[in-house]
């Protein structure tokens, strides 16, 4: 089966850094998005990498590793603002999106 | 670029009655439509995929008599939630797929909170 994994939740402190990891399990690949959804609002896009390496935008930043199956997305200078859920999605062959069930990240003063 | 609005945000209807959500492309075409359903801090579950002129292909498990979409034009899409009851009570989420690529990226509605009493 199609299978997404990303951590239920983390904590973070202002100002740091936080890396959110994600693995995925797929019937092919077509790309991977991460989007960030704030409590009660739909998700906003983030970043899409469908080729291995490291794409950087602002504080965040996604990488991939297709053979590991395997992506991260790096958040530096963490404001208060970036408390929310992060989900990681993968493009399979049919161009379907599966979705991970996203990461609550907490940042504390 | 890429915004796209839905209507209305928030919805509180009896039981019994029907609903009708509107997602709009603002400034781009959208081949592609796509309607979510997500619960309180559940993840987001596909209901339906529409594309435009065609019939919604649904996802297992979800009655398409009763979560009509209508994919009329490049820019709007509506979900009927027909009879609704309470356990339809949900946060729908519509997003949207311009190009050609089937890679596009999909932009999403803010949106739509619908309580059924």
């Known amino acids: 089966g199609q299978n997404i994994d990303q951590p239920t939740e983390m904590t973070a402190t202002e100002g740091a850094i936080v890396q959110i990891n994600c693995t995925y399990q797929t019937s092919g690949f077509n790309g991977l998005f991460w989007y960030q959804q704030h409590a009660g609002e739909a998700p906003t896009f983030l970043s899409y990498?469908?080729l291995d390496g490291l794409e950087e935008k602002g504080r965040f930043s996604s990488f991939l590793s297709r053979s590991k199956g395997y992506s991260y997305l790096l958040l530096k200078e963490l404001q208060m603002k970036d408390s929310a859920s992060y989900l990681c999605?993968?493009?399979?062959?049919?161009?379907?999106?599966?979705w991970g069930a996203g990461t609550k990240l907490i940042i504390k003063p | 670029g890429a915004v796209v609005s839905q209507h209305p945000s928030w919805v509180i209807c009896k039981s019994g009655t029907s609903v009708k959500i509107e997602c709009r492309s603002l400034?781009?075409?959208?081949?592609?439509m796509f309607w979510y359903r997500q619960f309180p801090k559940q993840s987001l579950m596909l209901m339906a995929t529409s594309n435009e002129g065609s019939k919604a292909t649904y996802e297992q498990g979800v009655e398409k008599d009763k979560f009509l979409i209508n994919h009329a034009s490049l820019t709007l899409s509506t979900l009927t939630v027909t009879s609704a009851h309470p356990e339809d009570s949900s946060f729908y989420i519509c997003?949207?797929?311009?190009?050609?690529?089937?890679?596009?990226?999909?932009?999403f509605g803010p949106g739509t909170r619908l309580l059924v009493l």
């Open positions: 999605a993968v493009m399979d062959s049919n161009y379907q999106l599966i």
């Open positions: 997003s949207a797929r311009g190009g050609t690529s089937l890679a596009e990226t999909q932009y």
């Open positions: 990498n469908v």
């Open positions: 400034d781009f075409q959208a081949t592609t």
